[in-house]
C-alpha cells in the first residue's frame, strides 16, 4: 500500500507534517510554520529534493514552466515504491523551472523554481 504525504516548503525550510514523523520521516523537515509569501518580482525560490528523499522520482507535475502558482496549490507529486509525497506552495509567483528528469531524484537535486512576479 502507497502512503501519501504532503511536503509543505518556504523561504525557512519544510514545514512538520504529523503524517511525516508517524512514517518516520522526522529529519525531513524542521519545526518551522510558516506563511504565505509574496515574492518580489524576480526575487526566486529553489526547492530542492529532501535530503531523506532517495529513490523518488517526479510522478505527475500539475503546473508547466510559465504558470502562476499560489498558496496551497499542489505543484508536483513525487513517489518511491512506499510513498508518494506532494509539493504544495506557499508563493504566489511563476514557475521558472521544473526537473523534467525521469531518472530517480538524489537528494539536494533541485526539483522546481518559482520567480515572484
Same mark, same amino acid.
Given at each position: 500500500m502507497i502512503e501519501k504525504i504532503r511536503i509543505l516548503f #518556504? *523561504?525557512?525550510?519544510?514545514? *512538520? +507534517?504529523?503524517?511525516?514523523?508517524?512514517?518516520?520521516?522526522k529529519g525531513l523537515v524542521n519545526d518551522k510554520v510558516?506563511?504565505?509569501?509574496?515574492? @518580489?518580482?524576480? =526575487? =526566486?525560490? %529553489?526547492?530542492?529534493?529532501? =535530503?531523506?528523499?532517495? #529513490? $523518488? @522520482?517526479? *510522478? *505527475?507535475?500539475? $503546473? =508547466?514552466?510559465? +504558470?502562476? %502558482?499560489d498558496y496551497s496549490d499542489i505543484i508536483c507529486e513525487v513517489e518511491n515504491e512506499k510513498y508518494v509525497a506532494e509539493f504544495e506552495s506557499f508563493y504566489l509567483g511563476e514557475i521558472s523551472f521544473k526537473n523534467k528528469t525521469e531518472k530517480p531524484l538524489k537528494p539536494e537535486e533541485v526539483l522546481f523554481k518559482i520567480k515572484g512576479i
Open positions: #518556504g *523561504k525557512d525550510g519544510f514545514r *512538520k +507534517n504529523d503524517l511525516l514523523l508517524n512514517i518516520g520521516l510558516l506563511n504565505t509569501v509574496r515574492l @518580489k518580482k524576480g =526575487e =526566486e525560490i %529553489v526547492v530542492v529534493v529532501p =535530503e531523506n528523499f532517495n #529513490g $523518488f @522520482k517526479v *510522478k *505527475k507535475w500539475n $503546473f =508547466e514552466e510559465g +504558470n502562476i %502558482v
